[in-house]
Every structure is written in structure tokens, then in C-alpha cells.
């Protein structure tokens, strides 16, 4: 007679009920390491300061899979890289929904300080290159001794415009600067500063604009000429007229004197040296003593109207320094002259 197996025995419920009441215990082991490998990875990308992602084991055992809206591509290798170092982690996945958000480069931004001859850059710009670039230019413009270098590398920082010809355009002019402020946001240029007039201000905001495709803001100011150049642009339209032969200053040229007096108040610290001038008629001596006289005349005027006049000091130079023609009335009136020179 064969012999039954265990099988066929009737040992089926034997065997397989304990295996059926040992699953919900392996389940429920299972879902508490899903669990702890969770927190792990959670605990962990919270404390690096990674808010965005978020950490999902169901039914992945040690395995994590992140999901959630990064702000770069970077920012999900750092999120992968935290949760692998995480207690417990098998691998780590990154769900195909998650697309980094397109961040807009930043402006690059540039700041240049010219004063004299002297420029210093600052500013954050895209690369190295592009540093590099605008240091070569400023450097072809006002020479390599003359450029101080204090531009940075930026993240994320967009390009720079094509700025070729920005700095040749502020030297070799007919124009002087005595400071210039040039901030460059993007494709916005503003120019602060001084300059020595009107119409080299439009001359400029004209070239930077149209050469260079930039939107300008020109803050530039013009500078008053020197208290010397402003008095004697006065004195060229009507001079200062005195009695023949003697240093008394006509009245009908107190209002002039007014006018120049306002002028040295304008250089409070300026020492003045006052000159008086004559023709060629008559004796050296006399001329000579007689220019002084006159420029005297004119500080003590301006001293007796409440000017402070310690700062000027009359000369006299006579016929020896004539800017026309003595041989001519018209010449002779040029050479009887009162002049204004800044001593400092």
C-alpha cells in the first residue's frame, strides 16, 4: 500500500496558518522602517533648511522617493545628496513632476568712480570674463596704473551690455570731469558728478545714449567756472573805469564792483591777486605807480562795501603787459585794464 505524504495528510493548515498570522506582524514591520526612514530624511532636510521637498516611503521599504517644487536644479542634488546621508536610506529616487522654478538672472550691476584720472570699479558682475573685459577697457581708457579693481562673480547675475567705448568716451574730450559717479543697473545708466558745461553735459548724455543703446539718467551737474574766469568774464564786458590820470574809481562802476564782490564770495578761501594795467603813453614810472594805485583803489572799494579783503594783494605792471595794440585808441583802451588772478 503507498504511503501518503505530509501533504496529502491533511497538514496543510498546519503549515500555512501560521504563515498567515505572521504577515499583518511583517507588514506592520515593515511599515514602521518606512516610517523611521521617513523621519530620518525628513529630520534631516529640515535641518539643512530644505523646505521644499517633501519625503514619501509607502510602500518603498528604505527607499525614498522626494517630491515637491525645488527652486533650482542644484537644490534638488542637494535635497538627494541630505536624504542619502539620512539613517536607514536605501536609495533615493526624485519624482518626474518635480521642475525647478526659473529663477531670472539678477542685473549685473556696476558702479564707476572716476575722479581725475583715478577709476575704481565696483559692482557684481556674470564671470570672470566679463571683469576681466571691462578691466582692459577702463585700463585702454585712462591707462592699467589708474584702474583700481573692486568688481565681484555673482550668482544667477545676467550679462553685462556691450559698454566698448564707455570709457573712451569720457577721456581725450574738450570737456574735464572733475567727479563722476557712473552706476550701470542692467541696461540703466545713471552719470552723477561735474562737469564744466552745459554743453559738453549734452554732448555727453548724447554719446552715451545713442553710441552706447543705454536708457540714461544724467544727474551730471554743471560746475561754476573759477571765481577768476567769473570776474573776469565781468570785467571783459564793461572794465572798471577810473578819472584820468588818477586812481578814483568812476561810480558809474560801483555796480560792477558789486557784481565781483558776490563773485570772491563764491571762494571764501581763495587769495586773489588784484592787477592794474595801463597804456603805453606817458612815463613808465608814473604808469607804473599809477596801475598799482588802481588796483588798490579797486580792493579798498571792495573792503569799504564789507568784503574781507585779506586775501587780496594789488600789483602793478604798468604798459608791460598789454593784450592789444598800443599804436591804436582802440588798443589803448584794451591795455587800461584791472584784472583778477587766483593766487592758490
Known sequence: MKRCSLFCAGAWPFIFLP???????????????????????????STAGIEWANIETTN?????????????????????EKAMASYGVNRVDVSSDVIPILIPAVAAELKTIITGQSVVLRGTLADQESINMLVSQAAKGFGAGNVTNKLQVGENTAALPNLDGFFLSLVGKSFSLETLTAS????????????????????????????LGLELENSLAVAPPPCDEQINELLSRRPINFA??????????FELLENIKSATLGCPYANFEVSGHTDSTGKLNF?????????????D???DSGLDTTR??????????????NNTNDGRALNRRIEFKLKN
Do not use: C
Open 244 to 253: 584820468s590820470g588818477r586812481a578814483v574809481i568812476n561810480d558809474k562802476s
Open 184 to 211: 550701470l543697473i542692467g541696461n540703466q545708466l545713471s552719470l552723477k558728478g561735474t562737469i564744466n558745461s552745459q554743453q559738453a553735459n549734452t554732448m555727453l548724455a548724447t554719446q552715451m545714449s545713442n553710441q
Open 60 to 80: 518603498r521599504g528604505r527607499d525614498v522617493l522626494i517630491t515637491g517644487t525645488p527652486p533650482n536644479t542644484l537644490a534638488i542634488e542637494f535635497a538627494m
Open 312 to 325: 587780496f594783494t594789488a600789483t602793478g605792471y604798468g604798459p608791460r603787459r598789454p593784450i592789444a595794440d
Open 19 to 45: 504563515l498567515l498570522l505572521l504577515l499583518p506582524l511583517l507588514l506592520f514591520k515593515w511599515h514602521s522602517i518606512e516610517e523611521d526612514v521617513a523621519l530620518n530624511a525628513r529630520a534631516e532636510l
Open 287 to 299: 604808469n607804473m605807480k599809477l596801475s598799482k594805485q588802481r588796483a588798490q583803489a579797486v580792493i
Open 301 to 303: 572799494h571792495l573792503a
